[in-house]
């Protein structure tokens, strides 16, 4: 490689999540109706309740920066079921 020449690879910077170490973090991703919710973006998750109008049921994800998510079930026990799912995935247990 010529002087004054940058090899774009080598300067990259990257930005990625990075552990108390310093070491690179994959960011945690959980599927819940089709959407891909990351992890570390999640605020707070609402208890299991009745939705309007006759929609089954449902709880809410809130985001960092005021996003919601609000996915529905066809009954109590699925959305429980999913809720439970999520909780785990946040506190790092494993899912299998």
Excluded: C
């Excluded at 990075?18 to 992890?39: C, F, S, T």
């Excluded at 570390?40 to 005021?66: C, H, L, M, P």
């Amino acid at each position: 490689m010529s002087e004054g020449v940058w090899n774009i690879k080598e300067a990259a910077v990257d930005a990625g999540p990075r552990n108390m170490d310093n070491h690179h973090m994959k960011p945690v991703i959980h599927e819940i109706q089709g959407y891909a919710v990351v992890l570390d973006k999640v605020a707070f998750v609402t208890r299991v309740f009745e939705a309007e109008e006759d929609e089954g049921y449902q709880f809410n994800i809130r985001f960092v920066g005021e996003m919601r998510l609000a996915p529905k079930f066809p009954t109590r026990h699925e959305a429980d079921l999913q809720r439970r799912l999520l909780i785990r995935a946040l506190s790092g247990e494993p899912q299998g």
